[in-house]
T-cell receptor, first 112, second 116 residues
Framework: GESVGLHLPTLSVQEGDNSIINCAYS??????FIWYKQESGKGPQFIIDIRSNMDKRQGQRVTVLLNKTVKHLSLQIAATQPGDSAVYFCAERGTGGFKTIFGAGTRLFVKA | GAVVSQHPSWVICKSGTSVKIECRSL??????MFWYRQFPKQSLMLMATSNEGSKATYEQGVEKDKFLINHASLTLSTLTVTSAHPEDSSFYIC????????????FGQGTRLTVV
């Protein structure tokens, strides 16, 4: 069945360093991918998205890379700040639908 | 931007009672909304798709008679947990997609349900 998973459950980085969070997906038919940030006790917050016809997209301090060949997604956060500490989920959506499936999540700790 | 609001933010109920959670789209119409459940330190698991004016579509393993979904208007979907038990204690989150299939969905702030 469909699944979106992550390589690392936790990631600890020093403030100011760059963070890379990885995600593997299994549904080759997925055509839209999203990264969400979730702080404790809150709903997911949209960070950045990418469509399957792209391999890179940049936002403010964040970059998402998509490698369809190996079905891999990554989120890069530049100059990580304490406020970036949260759980990050990748999510995917199949062709022609709104249903969004979430991966397992990675907890990011930023050390001051 | 688009906002999705859930109410209540948290609720404590006695075992055997029912609890209703509301999900509202505040500045856009949502013909489709989604309900997720999230246990501690786990990911969001999709429970069901709420369809305005028609029956909800439930994911495999989710009891439709226990988790009643009503989507009576274009801005409101409700999830009722019937005959709640302690194992139903969880974080329930709704979402609503906007604009098109290739734009992100917006999420409510979640409802923490504790059944005692």
């Amino acid at each position: 069945g469909e699944s979106v998973g992550l390589h690392l459950p936790t990631l600890s980085v020093q403030e100011g360093d760059n963070s890379i969070i990885n995600c593997a997906y299994s549904n080759s038919a997925s055509d839209y991918f999203i990264w969400y940030k979730q702080e404790s006790g809150k709903g997911p917050q949209f960070i950045i998205d990418i469509r399957s016809n792209m391999d890179k997209r940049q936002g403010q301090r964040v970059t998402v890379l998509l490698n369809k060949t190996v079905k891999h997604l990554s989120l890069q956060i530049a100059a990580t700040q304490p406020g970036d500490s949260a759980v990050y989920f990748c999510a995917e959506r199949g062709t022609g639908g709104f249903k969004t499936i979430f991966g397992a999540g990675t907890r990011l700790f930023v050390k001051a | 931007g688009a906002v999705v609001s859930q109410h209540p933010s948290w609720v404590i109920c006695k075992s055997g009672t029912s609890v209703k959670i509301e999900c509202r789209s505040l500045d856009f119409q949502a013909t489709t909304m989604f309900w997720y459940r999230q246990f501690p330190k786990q990911s969001l698991m999709l429970m069901a798709t709420s369809n305005e004016g028609s029956k909800a579509t439930y994911e495999q393993g989710v009891e439709k008679d226990k988790f009643l979904i009503n989507h009576a208007s274009l801005t409101l979907s409700t999830l009722t947990v019937t005959s709640a038990h302690p194992e139903d204690s969880s974080f329930y989150i709704c979402s609503a997609p906007t604009f098109s299939m290739n734009t992100e969905a917006f999420f409510g702030q979640g409802t923490r349900l504790t059944v005692v």
